[in-house]
């Protein structure tokens, strides 16, 4: 015979058939009664029903069902006090349902019950409770959770908190490109170019950080570039540095790039081709006679009889061991300027060559 509670169960007289499973003491049906209460939404009577039934038998589902009702009518000290005794309650199993449905504050308690600090830290942004937040990222070391408050804390402009939690993901290489392409969606360059650079100097710091910080001063802090290649040039991917210089028309940097790189034949057609900015004397003069193509030096006599046409002999005189002395007679006789590498021709007249003798 159907009993009293179920008859009203079936019926959808919800309270009532609760009621009546309470006075009988019965929990047998409570799979039933959780899904109808949830569907009427009588989560009071809910709570009364299920604290009969946990007194009647031992039962995860059960006392999990009771965290979750509880949690559902913000009745979160009584929900504390469950916790805290002795319990079967599938814990993060209810924290997860009341994250889902935005019910933080006691997802928090939960996560927190269980130590749980990836997704605490979660629950604690939601709650805008940032520094918490932070701390337990940094307890859970937790790439994804670490990112997702350092995102959460840029958006809210709280730019000390994000830079703590960037640093830690800043030392794994794979995710910086990520954590820079946030920093600059955001319009946040400054702070960016600060973590970057408090992040050269952990213990796990890598080519990535120190190559990526020289392109953002190229883009940003320009005249930052020159001291941190002169310090870091070894740790940089020197290519890739040499094409953010380029967009940022840096040549002098890109010559000193060239350089380390032992591109000399690079760094010398830079020198050429942007001589206000990358020219120097005594560095092209030293540069030139590492180069491998030896075309570059007649490129270069000629550079240097456009733009420096008084330092002519000097460039002619390191060149000696070097050229092609009939060449280089014929080159200035053609252009007409024989008068203007005397001194050059002074010095390679030892050297009984048939058209210098003839100069």
Not at 160 to 187: F, K, N, P, Q, S
Not at 306 to 332: G, I
């Amino acid at each position: 015979m159907e009993s009293t509670g179920k008859a009203q169960l079936r019926l959808d007289f919800v309270k009532e058939a609760i009621d009546s499973f309470i006075k009988a003491g019965d929990p047998t049906s409570y799979v039933t009664i959780v899904e109808k209460a949830q569907e009427a939404n009588v989560w009071g009577d809910l709570v009364k029903y299920l604290r009969m039934a946990r007194k009647k038998t031992k039962n995860s589902s059960v006392e999990s069902e009771l965290v979750f009702a509880l949690a559902k009518i913000n009745r979160l000290r009584e929900m504390e006090d469950l916790l805290s005794a002795s319990h079967s309650a599938d814990v993060l199993r209810i924290g997860d349902r009341c994250y889902e449905q935005n019910m933080y504050e006691a997802a928090k308690i939960l996560y927190n019950s269980i130590s749980n600090f990836a997704r605490l830290a979660q629950a604690l942004v939601h709650l805008k409770e940032f520094q918490c937040a932070v701390d337990c990222a940094r307890k859970a070391n937790n790439t994804q959770t670490l990112k997702e408050v350092c995102y959460a804390c840029l958006d809210q402009r709280e730019f000390r908190l994000a830079h703590m939690c960037g640093l830690h993901i800043a030392v794994h290489a794979d995710e910086l490109e990520e954590l820079i392409h946030y920093y600059e969606e955001t319009g946040n360059f400054e702070e960016l170019i600060t973590l970057l650079e408090s992040a050269l100097g952990m213990e796990r710091a890598h080519m990535g950080i120190f190559t990526e910080l020289a392109i953002l001063y190229s883009k940003h802090e320009p005249i930052k570039m020159r001291e941190h290649l002169e310090l870091f040039w070894s740790k940089v991917n020197i290519p890739k540095v040499i094409r953010a210089a380029e967009q940022a028309h840096l040549w002098a940097d890109i010559v000193f790039l060239y350089d380390k790189y032992q591109e000399y034949d690079n760094a010398i057609l830079i020198m050429i081709e942007h001589p206000t900015d990358a020219w120097k004397e005594g560095h092209f003069k030293d540069v030139i006679t590492k180069i491998a193509n030896v075309e570059l030096y007649y490129k270069a006599v000629q550079f240097y009889l456009e733009y420096k046409p008084l330092l002519l002999n000097d460039l002619l005189v390191v060149l000696t061991p070097r050229l092609d002395h009939t060449r280089t007679v014929n080159m200035f006789i053609t252009n007409g300027n024989l008068r203007l590498i005397k001194a050059y021709l002074r010095t390679v007249q030892p050297l009984n060559n048939k058209a210098v003798n003839e100069a």
